[in-house]
């Protein structure tokens, strides 16, 4: 996938090791679904945690775009890498708030929450990929 050449790149977070044990930068490509077409990157956002339990990949995002735009284009994204999850909460187009649950394989899975600014109208979206050690 080659990145939105409009978004702003901010920080990179360091080396942190891919599903396969190979070693790889922390690119877009990490969250297995592309980013939303003209979003920009919010700054200092990318953050890697590894924990005993699982290690996840976050960043932060801005466009102009509804949520309910946001969460149908990772709802079709998602289908295309794995099971969509309809959850209780943000499941509700209209409501400004939305997620999107991606099951991509026993232990991984993307997570979106999408939330519209309702004094300017844009839209903030994170992108969570997690992967559950053992």
Known sequence: ????????????????ASTSGEKK??????F???IYPGAK???YTRLTMD??????????FQTSDDADKVADFYNAEGAKVG???HLPIGDKAGTGFRTV???VSE???????????PKDGTTMFSLHYIITKN
């Open 83 to 85: 099971k969509v999850e």
């Open 101 to 103: 649950a991606i099951q």
């Open 25 to 30: 930068k922390f690119e877009d490509e990490v």
């Open 41 to 43: 990157e919010a700054p």
């Open 32 to 34: 297995k679904v592309p």
């Open 51 to 60: 924990s005993d339990v699982s290690k996840s990949y976050n960043c932060t």
């Open 107 to 117: 232990k991984e899975r993307i997570q979106v929450q999408a939330i519209k600014n």
């Open 1 to 16: 996938m080659e990145a939105d050449k409009t978004r702003e790149k901010s920080m990179t977070g360091p080396d942190a």
